[in-house]
């Protein structure tokens, strides 16, 4: 995995501009921490940093190669699982190929030889950028879900790209502005993000399954892939063996690499399956164990209490998995004091205030894992596919005209600075994107009015709350120079289950009920019945303390960014009583008074250290 940026130009001569090309190149050093490349041309520079995966002797970026009379280069992050499959068909199409199994040079001919329209022969994760040297046009693309990231601002006639913003940033000509549509972002939707919009004024993200061309002419954005709503005309059994084979599939084609695989495990459903196919694999070609790797927190032991959103302990779980399929295990136990030391690291691994502390502890956990693999398999994402999550059996969430998992709307409000509240609008904001959101869902016409929301449910999942997540393992994974993959983004699988009705995603009036019919056989049956746990966060109360006497410290500093945006009195009162009115969750299942905290310190790093101006 990797990280690219670029610059196209038509007023300036890119060739003396290496030392620009550098510093953006340089800011994505920890996605590529064992390569680096600049390719300079008149109107086009591009810039890469490699994390070596595959043929670590062949897959140097930016990569150029020539067909007749025609010469593109391309810089590329990501992973192709149907490699081999589209060097056979290229080959049998008159390609001759100069590395060993190199997917960059795969992806490379396919546009060469399909164009823009090789998107749609792409199995696997990337955000890529091809120069067309002949025609003088740029040609970029994100994978379907969105698991690799890529940014984007005009100037003028310039067009400046990277994979993460501070790419974007390291660029002469791009300031840190954010404007009251990038604080409406921060305090009102923070931290997840509504797609398409960088926060920072004038950067945008290209969505997943967009892709967008650039030359004399203008820019233009499309989408080249969506969601489609249809009959699903599988019964229970055929669906459930469907769902069995995608997943065995998806999770064997995402084992190949030349550097040591491993797997998050948490001893839920979803990791566990992920686990179990691949310790198989890996039996199967002699591969000898599988490394599994699970998290928890210094205290928990003594701290922890069975809530509405976290019913058990994960630790015996991962026991009793990794016992059954033999794994050597990992477990990852991360200090309280290290969490709150690594708010900032998370911040500069993110570009923007993110999920607090849940995500310092990944980007704790990754950076462990590294020192042993360089890439591992997650279960990220069967929540939204299946059905996992409480809002989806929740009356009151789905009777609700708003995102489920943005909380408390109103009472943070109350924390902002009245004047900047009634520019931003909060609920107002919130409820706009949220119709945004609902025009976007592709309707079915035979669907029943409950099958109708829970469709409208599951496209928010999927395109709104999913999106965070893939951005933060994306981010702390990589900050780390870990490669993680996540199986249940397999477009085919998520093409498919998208129209299973609710009723057997519901099987057995169970979350993620197919799933578990599907699993039949392949993990335990206890794993197999295990309620829903999330991601698991620290119960310590020394972290709530921490974080509170931060952000006080915060309040206190008369030079904080942070104190012009706050209502200073009434956070300082929130944070004096513990954040009591924030419990158990103001945002997602994970974040309530500790983790409000903790964001809030993060806006202030965040301001601080991005020397962000507001306009």
């Not at 990754?366 to 997650?378: D, G, H, M, P, Q």
Request: with cysteine; net charge negative; charged share 25%.
């Amino acid at each position: 995995m990797c990280g690219i940026t670029g610059w196209i130009d038509w007023e300036r001569d890119l060739t003396g501009e290496r030392t620009v090309l550098e510093a953006m190149t340089g800011t994505l050093a920890n996605r590529g921490p064992d390569a680096a490349g600049i390719w300079l041309s008149t109107h086009a520079a591009l810039g890469h940093r490699r994390l070596v995966v595959v043929d670590p002797a062949g897959g140097a970026q930016p990569m150029t190669r020539q067909r007749g009379d025609r010469v593109c280069t391309v810089a590329y992050n990501g992973e192709l699982y149907n490699t081999a499959d589209l060097r056979r068909e290229l080959e049998a199409r008159g390609h001759t190929f100069l590395t060993r199994n190199s997917d960059t040079e795969a992806l490379l001919a396919a546009y060469m030889e399909w164009g823009p329209a090789c998107v749609h022969r792409l199995n696997g994760i990337f955000a890529f950028a091809v120069w067309d040297s002949a025609g003088q046009s740029l040609f970029m693309a994100r994978d379907r879900l969105g698991v690799k990231p890529l940014f984007y601002t005009r100037k003028g006639g310039a067009l400046i790209f990277g994979s993460e913003i501070k790419a974007i940033l390291a660029h002469p000509d791009v300031s840190p502005e954010v404007d009251t549509q990038g604080l409406a972002e921060i305090f009102v939707m923070g931290p997840s993000r509504t797609p398409g919009l960088g926060v920072f004024r004038g950067i945008s993200e290209l969505r997943p399954g967009q892709c967008l061309e650039y030359d004399r002419s203008g820019l233009r954005v499309r989408r080249y892939w969506s969601f489609e709503s249809r009959p699903h005309e599988d019964d229970l059994d055929t669906t459930a063996e469907k769902l069995r084979c995608l997943l065995r599939d998806t999770v064997e084609r995402q084992l190949v690499a030349d550097v040591p695989v491993c797997c998050f495990l948490s001893g839920g459903l979803d990791s566990s399956a992920i686990t179990a196919y691949a310790s198989a694999a890996f039996k199967r070609a002699g591969l000898g164990p599988l490394h599994t790797f699970s998290v928890d927190y210094a205290g928990n032991d003594r701290h922890f209490t069975p809530g509405v959103f976290q019913p058990d302990s994960d630790a015996p779980w991962v026991r009793r998995v990794s016992e059954h399929y033999g794994t050597v295990h990992h477990n990852i136990v991360i200090e309280t004091g290290d969490l709150v030391e690594a708010l900032s690291a998370a911040v500069r691994a993110n570009d923007l205030p993110g999920m607090a502390d849940v995500d310092s502890s990944l980007y704790l956990f990754c950076r462990e894992i590294k020192k042993n693999a360089t890439v591992a398999l997650s279960g990220e994402s069967a929540d939204e596919l299946f059905g996992g999550y409480p809002w989806f059996y929740s009356e009151e969430a789905l009777s609700k005209d708003t995102f489920p998992w943005v909380r408390m709307v109103r009472q943070r409000a109350e924390l902002i600075n009245p004047e900047l509240a009634d520019q931003i609008k909060p609920e107002e904001y919130a409820g706009m994107r949220y119709r945004e959101a609902l025009a976007e869902v592709p309707r079915f016409d035979g669907d029943t009015p409950r099958e109708a929301r829970m469709r409208e449910m599951f496209y928010l999942n999927l395109t709104r709350f999913m999106p965070t997540l893939l951005d933060r393992k994306d981010r702390m994974s990589m900050a780390a120079g870990l490669e993680v993959r996540v199986p249940y983004c397999d477009h085919r699988l998520v093409e498919y289950a998208w129209n299973i009705p609710w009723w057997m995603k519901n099987y057995g009036l169970r979350e993620k009920g197919i799933l578990r019919r599907a699993l039949e056989g392949i993990i335990p049956q206890d794993v197999l019945e295990r309620r829903k746990s999330p991601y698991p966060k620290t119960h310590n109360p020394q972290y709530l303390e921490a974080v509170r006497d931060r952000l006080l410290e915060i309040l206190d500093d008369s030079a904080s960014p942070l104190v012009p945006l706050v209502n200073t009195g009434k956070l300082r009162e929130t944070a004096l009583n513990r954040g009591a009115a924030f419990g158990p969750a103001w945002f997602s299942q994970l974040m309530g008074p500790a983790q409000l905290f903790a964001y809030l310190v993060q806006v202030d790093t965040w301001l601080r250290e991005y020397r962000v101006s507001i306009r």
